[in-house]
């Protein structure tokens, strides 16, 4: 759902920071798009 709304430039960085980077930042960049998207998600619900 919300991954289909990406520009596929973003997927491009995504995935040459994966290619390039240690477990640590990878799991580090997930756990930061995960907050975003559930601080997103709770604001837009208290907004309906």
Same mark, same amino acid.
């Not at 709304?5 to 580090?28: H, Q, V």
């Given at each position: 759902?919300? !991954?289909? *709304?990406?520009?596929? *430039? +973003?997927?491009? #960085? !995504? =995935?040459?920071?994966?290619? #390039? $980077?240690?477990? &640590? =930042?990878? %799991?580090? &960049?997930?756990? +930061? %798009? $995960? &907050?975003?998207?559930? *601080? +997103?998600?709770?604001?837009?619900?208290? *907004?309906?």
């Amino acid at each position: 759902m919300f !991954l289909n *709304f990406w520009p596929s *430039f +973003l997927w491009t #960085e !995504l =995935k040459g920071m994966i290619i #390039e $980077a240690d477990p &640590s =930042k990878i %799991l580090n &960049s997930y756990y +930061l %798009l $995960a &907050s975003c998207y559930i *601080f +997103l998600s709770i604001k837009c619900n208290s *907004f309906q």
